[in-house]
């Protein structure tokens, strides 16, 4: 998938839309990108739909208090979208790492279209997308995202949320980056050269409830390798059963770095290594490596 760094530096959530529909332009070219983004790292290929609103809406949000808006997600409220990406995927041990890249890629070839959008992993109408995709019993529905035209003025609302998860505050590169050392120990880092890129393209990506939860050690012991780590919050990434949030934070975070890796000239691919090139203490939990292909 052809995306450009800027998707990722311009890229921020909106969850105040002006109500318009998409053109049939932005429709097209949205749709073209369900195919490109898939499969994920681990090889499994979501199926994705534009779902209406209605499609969308839990009953909460449909009996209705609020005008304008829809009450999905873990916290905060959608104003005024008329589509959403919805996908399912295959249950499976990577699934929703995979699905977390391919949505990603989604939103960022939105976010080139001009469109808005906004991760959604909390409550909305997981039965009703399930059942528009035709799912079977193996799938299920990890996540969604509005998709629209994004209001010049957020909501009260918006703005309430944006301040309660520090909507654009990141973790410093010091609690985030690592060197790997003798025996796998993780030390501070220093310079990381070429890599920076990288690394900035994946701190300042979205995850759920701004947790940040990946931790990327240079690996320059023998090669040139970039491990990704969960810092798992594990209350809370199991609180929704099978949907784990910083699972799909995993797959954005893959996403973002792959985007970094091709706009610098960076060739490498995902890979999972059988034996732990690092050593970690819970919980802390190994998910990845990006092999650079021109190193030996
Ligand atoms: C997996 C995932 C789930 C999310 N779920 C929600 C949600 O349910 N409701 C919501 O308002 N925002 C949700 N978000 C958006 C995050 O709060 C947002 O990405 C983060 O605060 C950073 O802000 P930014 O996207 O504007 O950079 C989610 C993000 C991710 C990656």
Known sequence: MDIGIEAIKSRV?????????????????LR???SEAVPGPFGAAPRFILASRDEVEDEASRSGSV????????????????????????????????????????VLRATELGLGTCWIGG???????????????????PAT??????AGRPSIQDRIVRGSSRARTRKAPAELFFEAGEGGRLL???????????LEAVRIGPSASNKQPWRLVLDRRDGEALHLVLHEDQRYNNMLGE??????????????????ARAIG?????????RYPISLEEPQRYIATFVADNVA
């Not at 916290?75 to 996908?87: D, H, K, S």
């Not at 995927?89 to 699905?99: L, N, R, T």
């Not at 060739?267 to 999972?272: E, F, K, Y």
């Open 67 to 106: 005008r304008g808006g829809v009450r999905i997600g873990t916290y905060g409220m959608i104003v005024g979208p008329r589509a959403f990406v919805a996908g399912v995927i295959a249950k499976g041990p990577f699934a929703c790492v995979d699905f977390g890249y391919c949505l990603e890629g989604i």
């Open 123 to 141: 409550a909305f109408g997981r039965g009703a997308i399930a059942r528009a995709l035709r799912a079977d019993k193996g799938e299920f529905v």
């Open 32 to 34: 073209a990108s369900f």
């Open 188 to 198: 501070p880092l220093g310079s990381a050269g070429r890599w920076d890129e990288i």
């Open 243 to 260: 949907v784990k949030l910083q699972e799909l934070d995993m797959g954005i975070a893959m996403r973002h770095a792959e985007v970094a």
């Open 13 to 29: 959530s909106t969850r105040t839309y002006d109500g318009t529909p998409l053109s049939p332009d932005e429709e097209r070219s």
């Open 145 to 150: 995202t509005p998709v629209g035209h994004g």
């Open 266 to 274: 960076l060739g490498g691919s995902w890979r999972r290594l059988d």
